[in-house]
């Protein structure tokens, strides 16, 4: 049983990661620190076309990373729990020391 369980939190913990393997997605995230926005600013400031910057909304809606509130005839994105820039600015620091292990490898005589 206890097998069981550990391989369904692996799976959630691996499906919940899938968020980050698309830049665009991570690009949207990093969009949303700075506050709500709809589907039209998002594709505005990303370059992509509104269905795809939906597709990409969805996902994220999805995984309960992110939320939407209409109001009007607009809906707005937010991120529902800021710890996912936690998440972010983790992944980016250990990529940032890699990168710069790499660097030196490359610099060595």
């Known amino acids: 049983m206890a097998k069981i369980r550990d391989m369904t939190q692996l799976e959630l913990i691996s499906d919940f990661f899938t968020i980050f393997t698309n830049p665009k997605r991570i690009q949207i995230l ?3 620190r700075e506050g ?3 589907v039209s600013e998002l594709a505005e400031r990303t370059g992509l076309s509104q269905p795809t910057v939906s597709q990409h909304l969805k996902t994220l809606r999805d995984k309960h990373i992110i939320t939407a509130k209409r109001i009007g005839n607009k809906c707005y994105y937010t991120v529902e729990d800021n710890r996912i820039y936690q998440v972010c600015d ?3 620091g250990i990529i940032s020391a890699r990168v710069e292990e790499i660097r030196k490898d490359i ?3």
């Open 30 to 32: 990093q969009l949303l």
């Open 36 to 38: 709500e926005l709809t």
């Open 90 to 92: 983790l992944i980016k």
């Open 107 to 109: 610099a060595r005589p």
